[in-house]
């Protein structure tokens, strides 16, 4: 089978692409162990306010689900800073500006696989602060969200209403 469709090469079921003038741009990414799938700055944002855990929003530490996360806190509002933020993130991917919903606030487990791969070495620069906000909310803390505290190396808790540092994926 063919490789290529009118030039333009195959992609996987389920990606996202925006093609125009012969570029095409694969706008999911998915890979936290991929350099290229984070946005090129922090910004510092609160995850949202002290209200309880959430309907729907994962408790679960070991799941690449940012991206489910993020629609349910999207949804429910900008007071959902962090989510809301990278939710509508325009950052130029391919010198092409994504449709909204394409970046995402990562999960505890993309933002530690990150983290882990710029520690093996295979990026640098992406994590540079000590702590990252996650999208996934702590189980038992209703006021609380998983974050990689880096320097500890180890997962901590931080407040809804407190700003921590953002990274979104794609």
């Not at 195959?10 to 290229?36: M, R, Y």
């Not at 995850?47 to 679960?60: E, F, I, K, M, Y």
């Not at 702590?138 to 505290?149: E, K, R, T, Y």
């Not at 808790?157 to 979104?168: D, E, F, I, L, T």
């Amino acid at each position: 089978p063919s490789s290529t469709v009118q030039g333009l090469p195959l992609i996987a079921v389920g990606t996202t692409t925006h093609s125009g003038g012969g570029a095409q741009v694969i706008w999911a990414c998915g890979d936290p162990t991929n350099v290229e799938c984070w946005s090129s700055n922090d910004v510092n944002k609160v995850w949202g306010p002290a209200n309880g855990t959430l309907a729907g929003v994962s408790t679960d530490m070991t799941v690449y689900n940012g991206k489910e996360n993020t629609e349910i806190l999207y949804n429910l509002g900008d007071i959902y800073e962090a989510a809301y933020y990278c939710y509508k993130l325009t950052e130029t991917v391919e010198g092409q500006v994504p449709p909204e919903g394409k970046w995402y606030l990562p999960s505890y487990a993309e933002l530690l696989a990150g983290w882990q791969a710029q520690q093996d070495g295979e990026f640098s620069g992406v994590f540079i602060n000590n702590a990252y906000v996650s999208s996934t909310e702590v189980l038992n803390g209703p006021n609380s969200f998983w974050v990689w505290l880096a320097q500890q190396q180890a997962p901590g808790q931080g407040y809804k209403p407190a700003a921590n540092n953002v990274r979104c994926l794609r």
